[in-house]
Each structure stands twice: as C-alpha cells, then as structure tokens.
C-alpha cells in the first residue's frame, strides 16, 4: 500500500501542552511571537494556549492576551484548551476557531488531573459543549490516558470507545486520543485505531502520543497503517510527565514531520521553518530540548570529509575507528 | 498478520559499540561483570569487544582480558568486532564464537572511518574470511552506512546489494545492515529488508540502527512488517555518533524490549534484568546515558494515587491542572 503523498494534517501544541509544563513564564510577546511563526509553518491546527485558572497553570496564566494578539494565517484553526464553562466563555470572546476540552478514560487520572469523578467532568463538558454549539466555534474532545493510565494500567479499548460515543452525542467534531503519559505501544495503537475509525466515521480522529517510553514514531507508524491522518506533537519534543521525571515530553514536531516526509507523507509543513522555530526554545525555557533533530540535523545535512580521510596509504590504517 | 510469539534475537552490542564513543576508560573488571550479566538476559548474541589497534580505539585496549575472563554461558554467541588479519588472529587466539568485520558501503565513510578504499578493505576482509573459514569459527559481516552515509547522503540499495554478494561468494554465515550515523527512515528499512531477504535466504541478516532522528524504533517496525527478526541493541541506548555531538546512541536494549514484548514478540530477553543492568551504566561510564526507558520505568510499572486527587468536591476543582 503506497502512502506517496497522502494529506496528513499536524496539530502544533507546544505553547499550550508544552509550556504549561514549564517551570519559566515565557512572556507574552515570545509566546506570540512563536506561534506568529508557527502559524507560516503549514500546521492544519495550532494549540494556541490554555483557558484554565491562572492558579493551576499560571504558565498560561496569559490565555486571551495571546489569543487576542496572534496573527492569525487564514486556513490555519486555532483552538485552546477549555476545562469548564467559565474557560469556555473566556475563549469564545476571545474568538478562537475551536475548543478543545479534556477529560481522561480512567477515574484515577481524572480525579488526579481535573479533581473530578468522569461523570462530573462529562456533566460539565456537556455544560460547555451546549454553550459552544450556539456558536460557528468547532468543538474537540482530548481523551486522556486513552492508551493507559500511570495509575490504574491498561484501559480497555471498550472503554475509550464509550466515552468517543457519550461525546459523539453531544455533537463534537473530532476527537482526539491522547497517550497522556506514553504508556502506548504499536499493536495497541492500531487496533484501538481501527475501532474508532470504524465506530465513529463521521468524527474528526486525532492522535496524540508521548515519547515517554521512546515509541512515539513507532506508535505514529501504526496510526498510520490505521489510516489515522491527524496528529498532535509538540516543537522541541516539549511537554514532559508529571510520573516520569527526566523524561521527554510529547512527540517532537520535527522529528514526526521529518519521519512523515521521507516516507512520502504530504504533511503540509514546511520542515526547515519548523527546525528554525525550534532553535529558539532553549532560550525561552531555559533549558535543552528532547528534539533529537535539533542535535542531528536532517537525513540529508551532509558532513564535509575530513581532511584526515585516508586514501589507502597504509600507515594510516592503523589509526582506524572501526566503528559501525 | 499476527506476530504473536514470533522468536527473535537481540544482540547485545553496548560493550563495544557504545564504551568504544565512551571518553572514560571502562575497568576491565567492570566489563568483565557486566557482560557477565548481560549473559544471563537472554540475548542470542553478545559483541563482547573490538580486536582492533589499542592506539585506535583505546577504550577497547583489554580485548583479551575481556573476552578470555568473561564467564560464558552455553547458547549465548560470544562475537567480536574485527578489522583485519591481525585482530582476526588476536580473536581467534581468545576463542570467540564469531568474527565480526566490517567495512562501509559507502566509499566516503570507508575512508573516513577505516582510512582505505573499500576495495582494499574488501580484499584485507577477504584474507580474514579465509583464516576463519579454517576454524569452526562463524563470520558475520558488519556493512556501515548502509541506509545513507554522512557525506555522500543516499546509498543506493543495489549498492548494498551488490556488497552483500561479495561477502556471500566469501562464504560468511551473516550479514548485519548498518544505520551508523541513524539516516534510516521507515519506508526504506522495509524495502530494503525485502530485496536483501529475498535475494539472500541463506545469510542471517542482522539490523542494526541508531536513534540519532528518534527512529529508531519505527524501523524496527518497518524490519519487522519485512520479516527481519535480528537486531543489535545497545544497554542504556549508548553509541552516539560523531557528526552529531551530543546525538543520541544506538537503539536502546531496553527500549527495544519493551516494545517487542508489548508487541507480542518472543524476544527472549528478560527486560527486568536488562533493566537492572542499565541502572550500572552511569556510573562505569560517568554521564546520563539515552535511555528513556529507565527514566519511566515500564508501561505497566504504576503509580499511586496523590493523596491530594480529587473527589468531586467542588472546592478542588479549582486547582486542576487540565494536562492531556
């Protein structure tokens, strides 16, 4: 089966999913002045930030200054993170194309994340979801720890299923998977993939993983033979886990675009300006990034040979590497 | 396609491709015992060292002492990395169960990194195969750059064909295909996979790649779906590679375990001991090592419910941290 130039749409989310796990305040200005260049990158979506309460992620705590400032790129969807009415308000005045609302499969990690039973988090999502359908503004649902949660285990495919169908009738426009804490492995990706595909043909599917357990591409790999084409990753590879401290955030945008475009993949961004884009994080975070392209260059970023290269004169094999 | 149980075999590659990038010497002693446990996981086969110039590679000078002091269990593959007659007789004297050699398929990274012509490392490796042909020793060729080459970019696969008919016409047992500097891509793998299998059923073949763009893993997928079922590995995901400093290593062992065994592969190798291995690695080697793995633990190695996880009381509400 050929995958030579299949559409495939990315969604950006290193401001909202990357930066809420920041110990440093990006200012305003930089933040907006990252996604004014992400938005020339050819991303379908960008993530702009979050509409949840200053005190619980005060990283965010800027949400309609930057919303509002932005200059958006015709074609591109800007959506925000909306936890509950009162975040849904704020972004609908500040005239996002989409919102983007959150709860997790498994009650441990709801409870623990949002500080809800699911059943409180779906009453007030439903709250939200009525509040958003009155508008032209899209409506997306990010189930988190669809793949595994890091308190409870496995998360039975049935379940993940039951919930996209509780939202699928409330009328939201897409969904999207979330492999919150990289707990995802290959097989499961594609099984769990063709379910929902099948199940639910008529809703928007995204998937969203983390490279916690290093399977991130290995995981979108799979996605794809599922026939998925919506993915969330994060410039930098940034974004983190709360249960693993050390490790690499959410799959790294330039990592996944550079994968996608070597297999024949149209992904529609433009690898050189998103690689540009990332070399400005370590200064806005204040630290390195897990981007292991950052470090390597692409494929095709040749190295000059050095000066000592033999050319058969046999004094000089002595002094081989013999790596391989 | 079910791949159920389907056996595989992982070679263990860190003690010598990953301490030989090392700056800091390794104990003899300290390699010693861990290859000693690495014995006990359950790999098919072990590269135990390099028999190559101590001036060459110095972190590997005690070859000898290694691979006649390590403790060797039956069934495990003892092989050693070598270049050429000299080191084939050092290894032979030390009683390996395997020759490793290796040369690049691209003319560039030969030169560069055995300082000769392949030519003249095709004829050097040709003398080596008919000493060993004389022992019941095996011979396994190692073919760098096989999937690109830091200098001259695409390595056309009729070329790595072409050497691997060579090497067959020698009379080698197998053939292990190179990602040295991590320039794979998935589409690729596979269908290189595909031609070396069908035009060569008689060898073993081995793949062996690098994380240096983060795909290592999706490789692996893509050699899998082609039918490969050989690969090295490197404890902890030492390697590195020198046209990208601070670049990741060689696909992580441990990594790669836990995928095949999520998968529903027989890998054969016990992931917590292999785990409990690289836990020794910082220490012998003095820095942080790739392994993302060992920073997260397992998918399944959970974790306990915060004290402060909500119950639906609404006060708590408030302080959600709205991650997906």
Known sequence: MSTAHKKLYLHEVATRDGFQNEARFVDTD?????INRLSQCGFAKIEVTSFTSPKAIPALRDAEAVMQQITRVPGVI???????LRGAERALLSGVDEVNLVMSVSESHNRTNLRMTREQSFAQLGDVAALVRQTE????????????CPMEGDVPAAEVLGWMGRFADLGVHGITLCDTTGMAFPSQVGELCRKANAAFPQLELTLHFHNTRGMALANTLAALDAGIDR??????????CPYAPGATGNVC??????????DGYDSGVDLAAVLDAATL???LIGHDVPSQLLKAGRRLDLHPMPATAGDGIPEQRAFAQQGA
């Open 30 to 34: 930089a933040k907006i002045a990252l």
């Open 231 to 240: 993915f969330d990753a994060s410039l930098g590879g940034l974004g983190g």
């Open 281 to 283: 994080l370590p200064d």
């Open 137 to 148: 503004v899209a409506i997306n649902v990010s189930l988190s720890t669809a793949m595994g």
């Open 253 to 262: 945008t330039e990592e996944l675009v550079h994968m996608l475009e070597l």
């Open 78 to 84: 800007y959506t925000v993170l909306v936890p509950n």
